[in-house]
């Protein structure tokens, strides 16, 4: 999004005044700009920049889930008891509507099984903000996708992660593959914009290419690669991360591939960005929700180290179903609870956040690399493999000699888990 804020003010805006006035009317894109002027003031024009609130929220609503996720984040499947209540939730749209967030993506567990879901979406749209659904889409039916036609959903993000049934329940569970499929059909036959994520193990590493192109035939208009992160349920399942090498080869595989097909490849992989400038492909990756196609001889291609790499803690956060604010979705560091605490001064006060913004001080390769500013690597994956926001992302080909020292720690860990 903060791309987006960027290039209609700063380039296309520029030679049409007629956009400046279109852009303006619209709630998201007056808040998006106002975070970004905001920040500068706040923070200065730093690279890589944190605007004054987060752009985007991504909102767990609830962990109840009709399905159980080898790899859930989440570890969803039945409603915990201390979830928000129903005006609980509308107190925390509020919240966040008055700290001056944009865009709300509303995630779980599955968020099309909480009863009050389309509540949510009302007070959403009320306070000028828009929002996104990710969903499992087994309940994705065509009642529910003409009703989130109707209010405007921006993107409906389905999981994908098996171009045949039975890699896909594997993952997800019995007979999943089908109902997902369906629910994909009934998004795209009412004019949503649907786009596949699928988390990339070694079970479904060669399968990437399938997924893509079943993708396309469903009439998805995205595919984005989601990093294996080891939390939640993904910690029983660590030894199933792809190496360095195979995320080297599967970035530049979508670089190659989005040159020749008709739907946009992405990745939540900060290193895509490396990989797109190092391949000469015109395309940068701005952030995980964010990635955008950008000339290389553009004026806009300066932007990349502004706002380039992983948006945890810069761009956006996470809220809990039951109230904790953190910062990503699969980084479980309580910073308050949106029950009892200011939104806003969350964002601005943390001591986590304040270290995941200081890339200066990363250690390892991760803090020394000449690509910082455009990648940083996942805070994500840092943490979940040494417990460190500032730690080395692993994934990396750059930094291929830390995990093969770690991955025999891994191997060791998962042999006692397993005996």
């Known amino acids: 999004m903060i791309k987006g804020v960027m290039n209609k003010f700063l380039n296309e805006s520029a030679g049409n005044k007629n956009d400046v006035v279109t852009y303006l009317q619209d709630s998201m894109w007056r808040k998006g700009l106002a975070s970004v002027l905001e920040g500068i003031a706040e923070w200065g024009p730093k690279k890589p920049f944190t605007s004054y609130a987060p752009f985007l929220v991504v909102w767990n609503i609830t962990r109840n889930c009709n399905l159980r996720c080898k790899h859930c984040y989440a570890f ?4 915990d008891p201390n979830e ?6 509308i107190m925390a749209v509020d919240k966040m509507a008055d700290a001056g967030v944009a865009y709300i993506a509303l995630s779980g567990g599955e968020p099309l099984i909480r009863p009050n879901v389309y509540n949510i979406i009302d007070r959403i749209l009320e306070r000028g903000l828009s929002f996104s659904i990710a969903t499992n889409a087994t309940l994705l039916t065509k009642e529910h996708a003409k009703k989130l036609k109707e209010k405007n959903c921006l993107f409906v993000q389905v999981s994908v992660d098996g171009a045949k049934a039975e890699t896909h329940n594997n993952f997800r569970g019995k007979n999943a593959f089908e109902l997902t499929c369906q629910g994909i059909r009934n998004a795209v ?14 079970h479904n590493y060669s399968e990437v290419k399938d997924i893509i192109e079943l993708a396309e035939k469903l009439g998805a208009k995205t ?6 992160i080891p939390t939640g349920r993904g910690t029983d399942i660590i030894d199933t991360d792809i190496t360095p090498s195979q995320r080297e080869d599967l970035l530049k595989m979508l670089v190659r591939e989005s040159k020749k097909r008709n739907i946009l490849l992405l990745s939540t992989a900060c290193q895509f960005s490396r990989i797109c400038m190092e391949n000469d492909a015109a395309m940068i990756a701005m952030t995980h929700f964010d990635n955008s196609r950008i000339g290389k001889d553009s004026n806009l291609s300066i932007l990349a180290d502004f706002v380039g790499g992983c948006g945890t803690g810069r761009l956006y956060c996470a809220l809990n179903y039951d109230g904790k604010i953190t910062p990503c979705v699969f980084i479980p560091i309580e910073l308050g609870n949106i ?5 806003l001064k969350v964002w601005l006060n943390s001591d986590v956040l304040k270290k995941i913004r200081d890339r200066e001080h990363f250690r390892g390769r991760c803090g ?3 690509y910082r500013n455009v990648c940083g690597g996942c805070r994500a994956r840092a943490y979940g493999y040494y417990g460190d926001v500032q730690a080395s992302d692993v994934g990396c080909i750059l930094n291929e000699d830390e995990w093969n ?9 998962t042999a006692r888990s397993k005996a």
């Open 76 to 79: 969803a499947g039945t409603k």
């Open 84 to 89: 928000l209540t129903d005006g609980e939730t």
């Open 189 to 202: 036959a009412e004019g949503l914009h649907v786009g596949i994520s699928c988390t990339v193990t070694q």
């Open 223 to 228: 595919f984005m690669h989601y990093n294996f």
């Open 339 to 343: 029950r009892k605490d200011d939104f």
């Open 368 to 370: 020394s690399c000449g």
């Open 405 to 413: 020292k770690l991955k025999t720690t891994i191997k060791t860990k």
